[in-house]
């Protein structure tokens, strides 16, 4: 399923990194990156839809910030 997300650029910049040492490509290693990060959630996920931009919203029980997501990068 295509999808558009908006990373800030320290972060894209990271995944990319990422992605070419490990030989993927970066939709490959953002899946990835995704599906490590919800498996380690004790809250259960639940998708909606945004009423003003009809865009999927993740709902995740806390809120995930740019420096979390960093962070996380960082300790891969």
């Not at 990271?14 to 995704?34: D, P």
């Not at 919800?38 to 003003?52: A, F, N, T, Y």
């Amino acid at each position: 399923m295509r999808t558009t997300v908006d990373l800030p650029p320290a972060v894209r910049r990271r995944a990319e990194q990422l992605a070419v040492a490990r030989g993927q490509s970066l939709s490959a290693t953002i899946a990835e990156l995704t599906i490590r990060g919800l498996s380690e959630l004790d809250e259960p996920v639940s998708i909606e839809v945004d009423s003003r931009s009809g865009f999927p919203v993740l709902s995740l029980g806390q809120r995930i910030t740019d420096e979390d997501v960093a962070s996380a990068l960082d300790d891969m």
